[in-house]
């Protein structure tokens, strides 16, 4: 039966993954908290030539982005386990899919700081407020909005970067109003989540299985296929 894209349907879907699936979701966080923390702390203190640091840097990007892609591995792989079992190679990233994930972020960013940069250069006045703050919110509105169902086509999908950007515009657009209200609650939830640390410690997973279930429900939104997230839950 062909179920179309539902807010509150994609929230209680989320809500019960994360209160099934809480013990395999806190150790996979926990263990990624620890290992980002760690080598930030190595890098910030141990390291002090630059070009080491620099590098340093980008094995963290690395090793942030892969840890992002199993996460979003893990939630399919639980949204799918009513049909299978599977194993910790399973939730592995391809290295096809860390290519291409960090390609796009790369791109967007250095996009992103090319015109911080040029809009610095113009002389101070209304010009340039108006215009940086319709950059920071563009730049905002794509990696919050955009960005993360890009994420869900290269590991759902194993799309290319520029795929996956072609994909998620085209996966949004016929339900563009209801997926904007979900940023719009998303937003709400990570200013929240700021306010403390434990906070985001929810959140920050939470969030993540919240828009790998809203990209399940826009693709079977775009068929007419059963909806089997809808009818298992």
């Known amino acids: 039966m062909y179920h179309p894209f539902s807010v509150t349907e994609t929230l209680s879907i989320a809500w019960h993954i994360l209160k099934k699936n809480f013990a395999t979701i806190a150790v996979y966080s926990l263990i990624a908290i620890v290992i980002v923390a760690g080598a930030f702390f190595v890098i910030d203190f141990f390291i002090n030539d630059l070009v080491i640091a620099t590098i340093g840097g980008f094995i963290l990007l690395i090793g942030i982005s892969f840890i992002f892609l199993g996460f979003i591995k893990l939630v399919f792989q639980l949204i799918d386990r009513e049909y299978y079992d599977f194993e910790f190679s399973d939730i592995v990233p391809k290295i096809r899919m860390l290519i291409s994930y960090i390609i796009l972020l790369v791109i967007v960013s250095t996009l992103a700081v090319f015109m911080t940069n040029g809009i610095k250069m113009l002389g101070e006045g209304i010009v340039q407020n108006l215009l940086g703050l319709c ?35 085209n996966l949004i ?28 410690v929810f959140v920050v997973p939470f969030v993540n299985i919240l ?10 939104s775009h068929l007419d296929v059963d909806d089997d997230i809808t009818e298992t839950v």
């Open 173 to 200: 657009k016929g339900n563009f109003l209801k997926y904007f209200l979900l940023f719009l609650f998303i937003e709400l939830m990570v200013f929240i989540g700021t306010l403390t640390r434990i906070g985001m």
């Open 135 to 169: 950059i920071f919110l563009f730049i905002q509105f794509f990696f919050l909005f955009y960005f993360p169902i890009c994420a869900c086509f290269i590991v759902d999908d194993e799309s290319g970067p520029f795929e996956s950007v072609a994909q998620s515009f």
């Open 211 to 220: 828009l790998v279930v809203a990209y399940r429900k826009l693709v079977y």
